[in-house]
Every structure is written in structure tokens, then in C-alpha cells.
């Protein structure tokens, strides 16, 4: 599943070719996605896109009617087109504009989502219960020690639990706790305030790298697939189970926690 710099990734490709142009069309081909497309998400259709913003993994496409939520799931993927170009395999939704483009929702899995509101998002139950985005200012020490207090959930849980921030899944987890020398099964609200203010700051400093580095290898949504993938950044643990670790050479542990593969180094993240 794309994580939080993926996401931001393909926002910042496609929305240049969106932002103040008016939609012509909303072609449907296929409704039956993770929630079926409402047949209100037609409202879009004459309006203007004012922004193309990311909310956790959600994309929210702005107009003065309401606001188009797009998820990507496992397997979605958005590219800009001409909109005369011929539909393929799993090409479920075309969002036609006036100036002869369009942006294509691919998604051979279905697990994405086309939805419509008109209310502000913040209100809209997906979106009303989620966490701080991690590269703002809401996500800080206090804020998560705050939302620590008491909870004996191993830490990792906790990082990837979207009611306390937003968008650290599994590969950046497993990486930000290496960097701030963080046992992935430490009690979470036995974390004193000096390690969460290191922790904070790899989050922000990890997520921040795999935007960037996203940036410069995908620039051209029109041209590309509209998949980032995973970016070709060094990963120190996650994926690496059983090999040595890049800073002090011992053998690095896998375990599963949450049912998701956990990679740790015992000695540089000592419980």
C-alpha cells in the first residue's frame, strides 16, 4: 500500500495540471471500488478545482461545490492524459476537464476509493477522527507524549495508529525507531519526553527525505505510470531481517507485531 510520501508525491504531480481548471466530465466505468462511487460524486462536473490537498493518505480535490476524496488502496494509481486517450484494463474513473486533459484513476485491485462531500472534510468520517499530519507543527513531543500517557501498546503500534499521527506506516516506522534507538516493543507511555523529541524529529526527518527524493525521480505524471513505488532510499532495518546492522554490526531481529514484519537491531535498540 502506498504510504503517507507516495501519496504527497503523486498530489504534487498531478495537481499543476488540475488547479483552475473546470471539469467537463466524470466518466464512470466502474463504481464498485472499496465503497461504491456515489452517483452525488457527478456534482463535481462544472465546477472549478480550486486545490489539490493530501489529508493523511487521502486526497481531497477542492471545488466551491464540494470536495472529490480520492484513496489509492493498494493498487490505484493517477495519471494525466489527453482525454481522447483509449481506456485500459482496470481504468475505472476519468475526471475530464475543458482544456483537453484528464486525470485517470487506475486501480486493478479496487481498493481505492472515489467519494464525494460537501461538507467540510473535517467533518466527514473518514477524515473527522485522524491524527496531526506528521510534517506540521501539530505533531511535536508534547503532543505525543500527551497521547502516550498510560499506554502499554508497544510504540511502533502506536506511531502507525492514525488517531495519534497520520501516515507513518510500516516502512518508515520500522525506520524512524532505528534512528532514534527505540525498541519497536517498548511500552509506549514508558517513553520519556528527551527519546519522543528525538523520535519526532526522525519521523519528520525520514518522511521529509522520501518526499523529496520521490520529487526528483518522478516528476511527469503525464508521461510516467503514475506509480512512485517506493523510493530508492537506504533503508537501515526494514526488509533487512537477519542481515548486520548498518551502525553497529550486529544481526538484525524480525518479528511480527500487529501482524506486520517488524526489523529491529537489539543492541542499538535496547529494550
Not at 55 to 77: C, F, N, P, W
Not at 100 to 113: E, I, K, Y
Not at 123 to 142: D, I, R
Not at 195 to 222: H, S
Request: hydrophobic share 40%; with cysteine.
Amino acid at each position: 500500500m502506498p504510504e503517507l510520501p507516495e501519496v504527497e508525491v503523486t498530489r504534487q504531480g498531478v495537481a499543476p495540471y488540475l488547479v483552475d481548471q473546470t471539469v467537463e466530465q466524470l466518466i464512470v466505468r466502474n463504481a464498485s471500488l472499496r465503497w461504491p462511487v456515489p452517483d452525488v460524486a457527478q456534482n463535481i462536473v462544472g465546477q472549478t478545482i480550486k486545490s489539490v490537498r493530501r489529508r493523511a493518505k487521502y486526497l481531497l480535490i477542492d471545488t466551491d461545490a464540494g470536495i472529490t476524496i480520492v484513496h489509492l488502496g493498494m493498487s490505484g494509481s493517477l495519471r494525466i492524459l489527453p482525454r481522447d486517450t483509449p481506456a485500459e484494463k482496470h481504468d475505472h474513473i476519468d475526471l475530464v476537464l475543458q482544456n483537453g486533459r484528464m486525470l485517470r484513476f487506475n486501480d486493478p485491485r479496487r481498493f481505492g476509493a472515489w467519494l464525494w462531500y460537501e461538507l467540510p472534510e473535517e467533518a466527514h468520517p473518514l477524515l473527522s477522527k485522524l491524527g496531526p499530519e506528521p510534517l506540521t507543527h501539530a505533531f511535536n513531543p508534547n503532543q505525543l507524549l500527551a497521547a502516550l500517557v498510560g499506554k502499554k501498546k508497544a510504540i511502533k503500534l502506536c506511531l502507525m495508529d492514525n488517531h495519534i499521527v497520520v501516515g507513518v506506516g510500516n516502512i518508515y516506522a520500522n525506520e524512524a525507531l532505528f534512528a532514534a534507538s527505540i525498541h519497536p516493543q517498548a511500552a509506549a507511555g514508558s517513553i520519556d519526553i528527551a527519546r519522543l523529541t528525538v523520535l519526532v524529529t526522525e519521523v519528520k526527518t525520514i518522511l521529509a527525505n522520501a518526499i523529496n527524493q520521490g520529487g526528483t525521480t518522478l516528476k511527469d505524471f503525464t508521461n510516467a505510470d503514475g506509480k512512485p513505488g517506493y523510493f530508492a532510499q537506504k533503508l537501515h532495518v526494514y526488509g533487512r531481517g537477519g542481515e548486520t546492522c548498518t551502525s553497529c554490526g550486529n544481526l538484525l531481529s524480525e518479528i511480527k507485531l500487529g501482524q506486520r514484519t517488524t526489523v529491529f537491531c537489539g543492541l542499538c535498540q535496547a529494550r
